[in-house]
């Protein structure tokens, strides 16, 4: 049964401090997606990768948050400095994406709570 | 630019009843609709997808849900409610336009009372 895998599963942390979250996608899936979810602003993509390739990081702070794919089976988003503001949960998903008919499902993993004192 | 409207945000409703959880979208072109349902706690699963063809779906867990092109909705039903259901509910819809950034409504929160 595959899944998406994330770790830390918990974080915390105080203000100030680098966090560094990562994401196994499914294997044989080429594209991850990074979404945040809060009460308030309910889930919001931040970046999405095809094929090891960021396509859009339009929804992701730049000055502290920076997503990368160092291979196809490790995703990782780290925030730096690290604000209270930050804390979330944050999933990652991944999908086999087909661009040309824009068909693509796509799986979450378990999310890692982050906490930001 | 597409979207997603989920217009109600909480329902509350007693085991054994129906429940109809409505989703719009806003696109002009083809897209494809997505429920996922998150338990509490818990990431977001898969409950039913739309790509094409049968425009009712059946998913897991008794879900259903049907695309009226024409209403630009897709809500999802169920028949016969239980208390396992209590979750948030999630509309989503892509486009061959937006690639595959999925585009989620607000949820709705649904509460089955025993």
């Known amino acids: 049964d595959a899944r998406v895998t994330q770790t830390p599963r918990h974080k915390v942390t105080e203000m100030g401090q680098e966090v560094t979250m990562r994401c196994q996608p499914i294997?044989?899936?080429?594209?991850v997606f990074w979404y945040r979810q809060t009460m308030m602003q309910g889930l919001e993509l931040l970046a999405y990768f095809r094929n090891r390739a960021p396509l859009d990081d339009s929804g992701m702070p730049k000055d502290r948050f920076s997503a990368e794919m160092p291979d196809a089976t490790l995703a990782t988003l780290k925030i730096q400095p690290s604000e209270p503001r930050d804390s979330a949960v944050y999933f990652c998903?991944?999908?086999?994406?087909?661009?040309?008919?824009?068909?693509?499902?796509?799986?979450f993993g378990p999310g890692t709570r982050l906490t930001v004192l | 630019a597409q979207s997603v409207s989920q217009h109600n945000h909480h329902v509350i409703l007693s085991e054994a009843a129906s429940l109809e959880l409505g989703c719009n979208y806003s696109y002009g072109g083809t897209v494809n609709l997505f429920w996922y349902v998150q338990y509490p706690g818990q990431h977001l699963q898969l409950l039913l997808k739309y790509f094409s063809g049968d425009p009712l779906v059946k998913g897991i867990k008794g879900f259903e849900a049907e695309f009226i092109k024409s209403k630009f909705s897709f809500n999802l039903r169920k028949p016969s409610v239980q208390w396992s259901d209590t979750a948030e509910y999630f509309c989503a819809v892509n486009s061959k336009a937006a690639g595959n950034k999925l585009t989620f409504g607000g949820g709705t929160r649904v509460l089955v009372k025993p």
């Open positions: 294997l044989g899936h080429n594209t």
């Open positions: 998903a991944s999908g086999s994406g087909d661009r040309a008919s824009g068909t693509d499902t796509q799986y």
